[in-house]
T-cell receptor, first 115, second 109 residues
Framework: IAGITQAPTSQILAAGRRMTLRCTQD?????MYWYRQDLGLGLRLIHY???????GKGEVPDGYSVSRANTDDFPLTLASAVPSQTSVYFC??????????????FGPGTRLTVL | GQNIDQPTEMTATEGAIVQINCTYQ??????LFWYQQHAGEAPTFLSY??LDGLEEKGRFSSFLSRSKGYSYLLLKELQMKDSASYLC??????????WGAGTKLIIKP
């Protein structure tokens, strides 16, 4: 693994189903993030984690949950998918959530369609 | 509230220079990032400004004026591969990035 990976690449999901998007990084970064990107809108933060064992809510957390059991993995779960959750989901990581430099590295994204 | 404003789309000619402007209003400020995103791909880091002034990095430069809540990205000697969206993202007082919708740059031969 080099950098940050996401799985699956794309998924079509029936409304009401549960789905977990996976994200793994091998850079030993402390902070990780989940964004959704919709046409015409900026990236919107769903949840974040500043360090293993802690998580926080972003701008649009409703309908999503996360966990951070270790440094490398940060899965995003949709408990009961709805069509408005159709989007491209990006996972990102950074060495530090604060300080003078906080460059975020992005995974390739997961394209999710909820029907 | 927090707000980022950048043009939706710009067109420029190969070999020319283009300036992409970004104005922002955030709760606190801890620097501003520019990212490039090619269609269907993930955003990638271009630049970071925390102090006023111009930061130059090869063909790309980024400028910041904190008092005006203004930044621009300057791309010189445009190449076809520069066709992409450019995302402006200031960092607020909680060190969260606030993302603009991006400027789609179209390069014509």
């Amino acid at each position: 693994i080099a950098g940050i990976t996401q799985a699956p690449t794309s998924q079509i999901l029936a409304a009401g189903r549960r789905m977990t998007l996976r994200c793994t990084q091998d850079m030993r970064h402390n902070a990780m993030y989940w964004y959704r990107q919709d046409l015409g809108l900026g990236l919107r933060l769903i949840h974040y984690s500043n360090t293993a064992g802690t998580t926080g809510k972003g701008e649009v957390p409703d309908g999503y949950s996360v966990s951070r059991a270790n440094t490398d993995d940060f899965p995003l779960t949709l408990a009961s998918a709805v069509p408005s959750q159709t989007s491209v989901y990006f996972c990102a990581s950074s060495d530090s959530p604060s300080g003078t430099y906080n460059e975020q590295f992005f995974g390739p994204g997961t394209r999710l369609t909820v029907l | 509230g927090q707000n980022i404003d950048q043009p939706t789309e710009m067109t420029a000619t190969e070999g020319a220079i283009v300036q992409i402007n970004c104005t922002y209003q955030t709760s606190g400020f801890n620097g501003l990032f520019w990212y490039q995103q090619h269609a269907g791909e993930a955003p990638t880091f271009l630049s970071y400004n925390v102090l006023d002034g111009l930061e130059e990095k090869g063909r790309f430069s980024s400028f910041l004026s904190r008092s005006k809540g203004y930044s621009y990205l300057l791309l010189k000697e445009l190449q076809m591969k520069d066709s992409a969206s450019y995302l402006c993202a200031p960092m607020d007082s909680n060190y969260q990035l606030i993302w603009g919708a991006g400027t789609k740059l179209i390069i014509k031969p």
